[in-house]
């Protein structure tokens, strides 16, 4: 009875992509998604069981449920850092069906693993599901809550991602992403770009394109959502060297995957790229600092219930009276 109905939740495969209001049919093709879905294959393994710089992001993301009063009995968690994100869901009360979405078999695997070997069992009803967060594979107003921790990024068309995420969202359903944002790896751009200059005498995209902060609130307006907010965290974190950094990046499965990216990286470029990075950013205790600019994204899918606008020239009572009975007082 609780397979039937998480499976009620999805959309059948015999039904037709015209009965959606959004084709998913997008010609951008920025990331190569087989060679993310391997990398993400890869990081499975490599990342370890409590990242504090995952951790950190998916407390703060999850923190924003603590602000409503909301219950939220079905919930989509949606690639990124599925095991932060599940593992804190996990403990909500008000959640009785979790679905797992990623597109790499391996990080679900993981994902698996860690739920049964859990101490805290719970009478969440979770599946695991392998599938792209480009042509989600759910039906229309069937979730509560969709959540996106430090995923979406990597999506070709992230509006389409999110309207889609919008469309599986129930009337008055909670729309919550982190992704990363323009400033990221902003030290790792310079040094790389310098090194590449100076070695090969001229540059190719090394780092992913990210959004940018203003961006963020389009993105949401665009996506049919409605009392869009945006807020943003830097984060800092401390590293032996670069190539430290570099062994980092690979383990949370963030290593660039640009469609169109020269493979190879010349070993006399990337030790430069060490080199000038130490040389430019290190700090007194010998460490160096990489920045993770992380935005934050709530929204809400429309419901009667919510706050509206007044209607343009409904005032009752103008600014300039407002001004004149203010500027009296003072």
């Given at each position: 009875?609780?397979?039937?109905?998480?499976?009620?939740l999805f959309?059948?495969?015999?039904?037709s992509?015209s009965?959606?209001?959004?084709s998913?049919?997008?010609?951008?093709n920025?990331?190569?998604r087989?060679l993310k879905?391997?990398?993400r294959?890869?990081?499975?393994?490599?990342?370890?069981?409590?990242?504090?710089?995952l951790?950190?992001v998916?407390?703060?993301?999850?923190?924003?449920?603590?602000?409503v009063?909301k219950?939220f009995?079905s919930?989509l968690?949606?690639?990124?850092?599925?095991?932060?994100?599940?593992?804190?869901?996990?403990?909500?009360?008000?959640i009785?069906?979790?679905?797992?979405m990623?597109?790499?078999?391996?990080?679900?695997q993981?994902?698996?693993?860690?739920?049964?070997?859990?101490n805290n069992?719970d009478n969440?009803?979770?599946m695991f599901?392998?599938g792209?967060?480009e042509f989600?594979?759910?039906?229309?107003?069937?979730?509560?809550?969709?959540?996106s921790?430090?995923g979406?990024?990597w999506?070709?068309?992230?509006?389409?991602?999110?309207?889609q995420?919008?469309?599986?969202?129930?009337p008055?359903?909670l729309?919550?992403?982190?992704?990363?944002?323009?400033e990221?790896?902003?030290?790792?751009r310079?040094a790389?770009?310098v090194a590449?200059?100076e070695?090969?005498?001229?540059?190719?995209?090394r780092?992913?394109p990210l959004?940018?902060?203003r961006?963020?609130?389009?993105?949401l307006?665009?996506?049919?959502?409605?009392l869009p907010?945006?807020?943003?965290?830097e984060?800092?974190?401390k590293?032996?060297?670069a190539?430290?950094l570099?062994?980092?990046?690979?383990?949370?499965?963030?290593?660039?995957?640009?469609?169109?990216?020269?493979t190879?990286?010349?070993?006399?470029?990337?030790?430069a790229t060490?080199a000038?990075?130490?040389?430019?950013?290190a700090s007194?205790d010998?460490?160096?600092?990489?920045?993770?600019?992380v935005?934050?994204?709530?929204?809400?899918?429309?419901?009667?219930?919510?706050q509206?606008p007044?209607?343009?020239?409904?005032?009752t009572?103008?600014?300039?009276?407002?001004?004149?009975q203010?500027?009296?007082?003072?």
């Amino acid at each position: 009875m609780m397979r039937r109905t998480l499976f009620s939740l999805f959309r059948s495969s015999s039904s037709s992509s015209s009965s959606s209001s959004f084709s998913t049919n997008s010609k951008v093709n920025i990331f190569d998604r087989q060679l993310k879905r391997n990398q993400r294959d890869r990081a499975a393994w490599l990342m370890p069981q409590n990242d504090p710089l995952l951790h950190t992001v998916a407390d703060n993301l999850l923190d924003r449920l603590q602000d409503v009063k909301k219950t939220f009995p079905s919930a989509l968690c949606l690639g990124g850092s599925l095991q932060a994100i599940t593992r804190s869901l996990r403990t909500r009360d008000a959640i009785q069906k979790l679905i797992v979405m990623d597109a790499s078999y391996d990080m679900l695997q993981r994902c698996q693993n860690d739920y049964h070997a859990s101490n805290n069992p719970d009478n969440t009803e979770t599946m695991f599901v392998v599938g792209d967060e480009e042509f989600l594979p759910i039906k229309e107003n069937s979730v509560d809550l969709v959540i996106s921790c430090l995923g979406l990024h990597w999506t070709n068309d992230l509006p389409g991602a999110m309207i889609q995420s919008m469309l599986a969202l129930k009337p008055d359903g909670l729309f919550l992403a982190a992704i990363l944002g323009g400033e990221t790896l902003k030290e790792l751009r310079i040094a790389c770009t310098v090194a590449q200059m100076e070695r090969e005498g001229g540059i190719s995209p090394r780092i992913s394109p990210l959004a940018q902060v203003r961006d963020a609130g389009n993105l949401l307006t665009r996506a049919g959502f409605n009392l869009p907010g945006v807020d943003v965290d830097e984060y800092t974190v401390k590293y032996e060297s670069a190539l430290e950094l570099i062994e980092h990046l690979r383990a949370m499965g963030e290593t660039n995957a640009l469609s169109q990216m020269n493979t190879m990286l010349k070993r006399d470029t990337a030790l430069a790229t060490a080199a000038i990075y130490d040389s430019m950013f290190a700090s007194e205790d010998g460490t160096v600092p990489a920045t993770f600019q992380v935005i934050y994204m709530t929204g809400w899918k429309e419901h009667s219930s919510q706050q509206k606008p007044k209607r343009r020239g409904s005032a009752t009572v103008s600014f300039k009276d407002i001004q004149t009975q203010f500027g009296n007082q003072s």
